[in-house]
């Protein structure tokens, strides 16, 4: 079972930042959250990830909380193009052997114009 | 991240049939896994494929009807065997790169199958 908790949509409008909440309250110290989109019908995009720190790229920006038991994924200006279904993921961070990736049913983040 | 394609990219097939999805990344990789999304559903693992060995299956998918191949470091394939309109889904591929992108995983676009 997934170990996240995602609401099931949200809308924002264009332009506007869009803010994703995720609750990973069991998380474990050596567990780091990943964020993933699909577009309709297309493979899950990477977005962002981190452990305890926040982090931004060209795409986002993550915020997590101190206690690591939530998290918040952020784009900055929304545009139509970034309606998907987000999924916030939890899991060890290997460079060889890993587990796949476990997928919760995510949020789908509908922009409107 | 690595670049990664899927044979075919939809298929319609009778019942009874077996297809094979061919996933081709444009670097060697350690690990590849396969995904299954049913309609309206999210993505569920089916299997882990490594080089060299026998593919780790997760619960509720066996290998007499999900075989997989793993010959070399940029290829796998995945045969859907006697299918059955429930298998009708989405199936992809991930990568697990080495180096940079060790710690993350990418996808390919996915097959889209419906069995009649």
């Known amino acids: 079972d997934a170990k996240t908790t995602q609401p099931t949509s949200m809308d924002c409008a264009e332009g506007r930042a869009a803010n994703l909440p995720c609750n990973h309250s069991?998380?474990?110290?050596?567990?780091?959250v990943y964020w993933y989109r699909q577009i309709h019908s297309q493979g899950p995009q990477y977005i962002i990830h981190?452990?305890?720190n926040n982090e931004t790229n060209e795409m986002a920006s993550l915020i997590i909380t101190e206690d690591r038991k939530s998290s918040t994924l952020i784009l900055p200006h929304a545009t139509l193009r970034d309606t998907a279904v987000y999924y916030c993921?939890?899991?060890?961070?290997?460079?060889?052997?890993?587990?796949?990736?476990?997928f919760g049913k995510g949020t789908h983040l509908i922009i409107q114009p | 991240s690595a670049v990664i394609s899927q044979k075919p990219s939809r298929d319609i097939c009778q019942r009874g049939t077996s297809l094979t999805i061919q996933c081709q990344v444009d670097?060697?990789?350690?690990?590849m896994f396969w995904y299954r999304q049913q309609p309206g559903q999210s993505l569920t693992l089916i299997a882990t494929?490594?080089?060299?060995?026998?593919?780790?299956?997760e619960s509720g998918f066996v290998i007499d009807k999900f075989p997989i191949s793993r010959p070399n470091l940029t290829f796998s394939t995945l045969t859907v065997s006697n299918m059955s309109p429930e298998d009708s889904s989405i199936y992809l591929c991930?990568?697990?790169?080495?180096?940079?992108?060790?710690?993350?995983?990418?996808f390919g676009p996915g097959t889209r199958l419906t069995v009649l």
């Open positions: 670097s060697q990789v350690t690990m």
């Open positions: 993921i939890v899991r060890v961070r290997s460079g060889g052997g890993a587990d796949g990736l476990t």
């Open positions: 069991t998380i474990s110290g050596n567990e780091y």
């Open positions: 494929a490594n080089q060299g060995s026998e593919a780790t299956y």
């Open positions: 981190g452990l305890k």
């Open positions: 991930s990568v697990e790169g080495r180096g940079g992108s060790a710690d993350t995983q990418y």
